[in-house]
Antibody
Framework: EVQLVESGGGLVQPGGSLRLSCATS????????MDWVRQTPGKGLEWVGR??????????EYAASVKGRFIISRDNSKKSLYLQMNALKIEDTAVYYC?????????WGQGSLVTVSS | QSALTQPASVSGSPGQAIAISCTGT?????????VAWYQQHPGKAPKLMIY???NRPSGVSNRFSGSKSGNTASLTISGLQAEDEADYYC??????????FGSGTKVTVL
């Protein structure tokens, strides 16, 4: 059974940092793209970024809104995906989902809430 | 990258067919056959309903279908059922090697 479980969310002050983890099981992690998608409470979905699969050399892409502040990494030995969030802003407050692909989101985690507030 | 444009709400009676539009530009929807649709019930993670414009993942009802014409993609739900009441989002690949979601549509079953 495919499972994705996010962890690491919480309350952080503006300008602070936080690292989210997404632990996976039930599939060959290195064979899949992995994405981060966020959702502001009561609002829509926003793509955050992607770590491509082994065949694409694990390259990464980011949304313009987080480029230069967020870093996506993966540990294939631990079958885990990470999102390092730096210089956090109030508008980064959201539920963060990790999602498997391709296609994007054939499986999703349950989400991890990040609240940026003073 | 601006969000793709979707109607805020669409409604229909049980058994009817409804369509949700998703309008982008020649830099996203119009240039790639990578358009996906997601269903999201309150408090739940999104669920993939359609990928690559008109492909259904295993287990998704054939009442859901997708299409694309120019810069606009569409999701059609036929034989509307109470369980279809949810938020729906489209998503497209872009010329910047990024992805963009739609603004979301709330489907109400009357």
């Amino acid at each position: 059974e495919v499972q994705l479980v996010e962890s690491g969310g919480g309350l952080v002050q503006p300008g602070g940092s936080l690292r989210l983890s997404c632990a996976t099981s039930g599939f060959t992690f290195s064979d899949h793209n992995m994405d981060w998608v966020r959702q502001t409470p009561g609002k829509g979905l926003e793509w955050v970024g992607r770590s491509r699969s082994k065949t694409s050399s694990y390259t990464t892409e980011y949304a313009a809104s987080v480029k230069g502040r967020f870093i996506i990494s993966r540990d294939n030995s631990k079958k885990s995906l990470y999102l390092q969030m730096n210089a956090l802003k109030i508008e980064d407050t959201a539920v963060y989902y990790c999602a498997r692909g391709p296609p994007l989101g054939d499986y999703w985690g349950q989400g991890s809430l990040v609240t940026v507030s003073s | 990258q601006s969000a793709l444009t979707q109607p805020a709400s669409v409604s229909g009676s049980p058994g009817q067919a409804i369509a949700i539009s998703c309008t982008g530009t020649s830099s996203d929807v119009g240039s790639y056959n990578y358009v996906a649709w997601y269903q999201q019930h309150p408090g739940k993670a999104p669920k993939l309903m359609i990928y690559d414009v008109n492909n259904r993942p295993s287990g998704v009802s054939n009442r859901f279908s997708g299409s694309k014409s120019g810069n606009t993609a569409s999701l059609t739900i036929s034989g509307l059922q109470a369980e279809d009441e949810a938020d729906y989002y489209c998503c497209s690949y872009t010329s910047s090697n990024t992805l963009v979601f739609g603004s979301g549509t709330k489907v109400t079953v009357l």
